[in-house]
């Protein structure tokens, strides 16, 4: 959640700069109704860019509007209402400073992630990591220790903010293959056959049945990997390969709206030629199917960073 970083406020003292203006958002990863705004806010400054920034929003809220915490951390972007009475703006001109809104939220999270970067744009290192641990830390321990904290959970922070940028950025270049992919396929082929179970988790007493999702998380569990319970949660363990460059291992999302990966419904592993192995639905078995269906969303290769930066909960 967002907090109060009072030291260090410098009304409107912003770092300019270009942002991360190369950094497109992979396919349908942030909401329709955001990624705009995450589009444009996102390259406010050199230390933000529009992958980190829906990390962030995906990290507090899972892009929920109304999501609260016990800590009274309100909206998308989890300010408290302290931090909100600071650092929210008007970000679409309507008069209103709305915490809920976020037309609002989106450009206070990335207008207050600047501000803490202006705050240690002249401490060594890495700008971005600088900004996130003084999010975090405050600003002050950034410049204290000249870097990102050695405290534990701010070190955790920055590290699970950065591994899942990388499920939220475009690839720019070919993904590298997964290492535990082969284990993964090995454990799904063992299962062919096996009835479809809704909530399935493959345990003794639902008689070894999965769902889709039960499936390739204890897929992934035989390789080490702990994946959410759920698809659309899965989706961002890793970063997005293309269509063409689909290996066996690759996790493959099918949706009825193609772009919001919230609203992915289905997934399976893929094993080349075109096919997954996947536990389609009530009545069938796991089997064998083809994924070039006019429901294909897109694919992920699994990342150990990737899936331990995933939320347990958004």
């Known amino acids: 959640?967002?907090?109060?970083?009072?030291?260090?406020?410098?009304?409107?003292?912003?770092?300019?700069?270009?942002?991360?203006?190369s950094v497109s958002l992979a396919k349908g990863a942030v909401p329709a109704a955001y990624s705009s705004l995450v589009q444009k806010w996102g390259n406010l400054c050199s230390a933000l860019n529009p992958a980190l920034l829906a990390a962030q929003l995906y990290q507090e809220s899972g892009f929920n509007p109304n999501a609260t915490s016990p800590a009274k951390a309100e909206g998308i972007a989890q300010f408290i209402p302290g931090t909100w009475a600071t650092h929210g703006i008007d970000g679409n001109g309507d008069g209103v400073r709305n915490v809920w809104d976020?037309?609002?939220?989106?450009?206070?999270?990335?207008?207050?992630?600047?501000?803490l970067a202006s705050?240690?744009?002249?401490?060594?290192?890495?700008q971005s990591e600088n900004m996130l641990a003084s999010?975090?830390?405050?600003?002050?321990?950034?410049?204290?220790?000249?870097g990102v904290p050695p405290y534990a959970e701010t070190k955790?922070?920055?590290?699970?903010?950065?591994?899942?940028?990388?499920?939220?950025?475009?690839?720019?270049?070919?993904?590298d293959p997964s290492e535990?992919?082969?284990?993964?396929?090995?454990?799904?082929?063992?299962k062919l056959g096996t009835p479809y179970l809704w909530g399935g988790n493959g345990t003794a007493d639902q008689g070894g049945r999965f769902d889709c999702s039960g499936l390739t998380k204890a897929a992934f569990e035989s390789a080490g990997i702990t994946l959410p319970r759920v698809a659309n949660d899965q989706y961002n363990a890793g970063p997005?390969?293309?269509?063409?460059?689909?290996?066996?291992?690759?996790?493959?999302?099918?949706?009825?709206?193609?772009?919001?990966?919230?609203?992915i419904r289905h997934v399976g592993i893929y094993v080349g030629g075109g096919y997954m192995i996947d536990a389609p639905r009530t009545g069938a078995v796991i089997r064998f199917d083809p994924i070039d269906t006019?429901?294909?969303?897109?694919?992920?290769?699994?990342?150990?960073?990737?899936?331990?930066?995933?939320?347990?909960?958004?």
């Open 1 to 21: 959640m967002l907090l109060v970083v009072g030291v260090y406020l410098v009304a409107g003292n912003l770092v300019n700069g270009a942002g991360g203006g």
């Open 102 to 115: 976020p037309n609002d939220a989106i450009p206070s999270a990335a207008t207050y992630d600047c501000q």
């Open 119 to 126: 705050y240690v744009k002249d401490v060594p290192g890495n």
């Open 135 to 146: 999010y975090n830390a405050g600003a002050y321990a950034v410049i204290k220790y000249q």
């Open 156 to 175: 955790n922070y920055v590290k699970t903010i950065t591994s899942l940028e990388q499920s939220f950025a475009a690839p720019v270049s070919r993904v």
């Open 180 to 190: 535990q992919a082969a284990t993964a396929i090995n454990y799904a082929q063992k």
């Open 240 to 263: 997005h390969p293309q269509r063409a460059e689909l290996l066996p291992g690759d996790l493959v999302f099918f949706s009825d709206d193609l772009t919001n990966s919230r609203a």
């Open 294 to 314: 006019p429901d294909y969303f897109g694919a992920t290769r699994v990342t150990e960073d990737g899936a331990k930066a995933l939320p347990t909960a958004v």
